[in-house]
């Protein structure tokens, strides 16, 4: 009669560990999945992008290096710190291993160079060059710059800054005559399509490697004129009037990897696939691909001009004529509110860096 009541307040306890013991876990496995799910976007970028860190060897050794000392593999870490599907190796310019590419050979173009590869052998055997150049090939730290061809340029004295990079990067027809004090006198290479290449001679810079930035395979036939200086008759198919001649040796040619617009496109950007087809609203802009090769190929990646400032719609589109920005349209090939928001995520997590402020505005901190 005594033991009775001790056992059920036993039989009790017993219970009431159980419920607590199976309340515990189940708010431990709750919490974790909360903790887990939104780490990421749907691009597979971190959704936090203002504490991004390095793995720690990284940080004893850019510690150890003087102010501004160029930071070797510092935005590649940073890009795969914040987007951990990140690898780095895809060479800048096809070269003639190109059809070891997988990424590549499967996609027509403009995501690669599918029934392309009699015209590209071609083009490469005259080229014979596939590289930026000894002296930049040499380099075991390289500082690139992406120069956009934006009116934000006008006025910020950014010339010097630009020029002291080891590759600036400049983009179809944007002319330097006039403008040096914004935009700099400095060009490594200069990425094209045709309908964007410069028709008038004088504009070429005397010394840079010009890029074909391929969109179609007439682009590439296009070239092929181009590379062996053949005057070019026939100029259909364009969307707009070529250049007829591009007055540079073949060995300063180069053809772009395609590989950039894809990975621009389908992953980073967040376009949509279409089979793998160009279609509407997957062909990212030149300069997202030419920051996207920046992020594979060099070791700090800055850029200046790209972005507009919306609080002035009358202010100029480009640095160099007089288009005002609200002439903006709505445009069938490119998606420019989601490039946008790629951009924002470099700048925010200081995987690049913006040197005239047109991405984030003053939304980004
Ligand atoms: C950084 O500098 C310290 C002291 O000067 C040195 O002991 C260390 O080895 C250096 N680390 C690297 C990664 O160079
Ligand atoms: C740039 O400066 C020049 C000379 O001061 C001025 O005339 C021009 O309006 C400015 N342009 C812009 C877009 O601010
Ligand atoms: C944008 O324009 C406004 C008004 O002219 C100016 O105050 C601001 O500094 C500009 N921002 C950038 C990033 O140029």
Known sequence: MRIKPSRNLLLGLCFVLALVFLYYWSWRIISRDWGHKPLYDKQGFRLKLDDVSLPLELMYKYGNLSDGACKPGFAAAKMAAIYPAFTKPAPMFLDPSYKRFAKIVDHSPPFGVKYQENTIDSLLSATKNFGLGKELDRLSCKTCIIIGNGGILTNKSLGKKIDEFDVVVRLNGAPLKGYEKDVGSKTTIRITYPEGAFQKM???????????????????????????????????????????????????????????????????????????????????????????????????????????????????LHYYEKILMSAIKESWTHNIPKERAFLVKLVKAGVIQDLSNGICGAGCS
């Not at 707009?240 to 617009?261: G, Q, T």
């Not at 279409?274 to 062909?283: K, L, P, S």
């Open 202 to 316: 004088d504009y070429y810079e005397s010394q840079s490697l010009f890029v074909l930035s391929a969109f179609k395979s007439l682009d590439l036939k296009w070239m092929r004129y181009m590379i062996s200086n053949q005057k070019l008759r026939n100029t259909e198919g364009f969307w707009k009037s070529v250049a007829k001649r591009v007055p540079r040796e073949a060995s300063d040619m180069r053809i772009l990897n395609p590989y950039f617009i894809q990975e621009a496109s389908f992953k980073l950007i967040g376009l949509p696939y279409n089979n793998g087809q160009m279609g509407r609203g997957n062909v990212p802009t030149l300069g997202s691909v030419a920051i996207t090769m920046a992020l594979h190929n060099c070791d700090e990646v800055a850029v200046a001009g790209f972005g507009y400032n919306l609080s002035t719609p009358h202010a100029p």
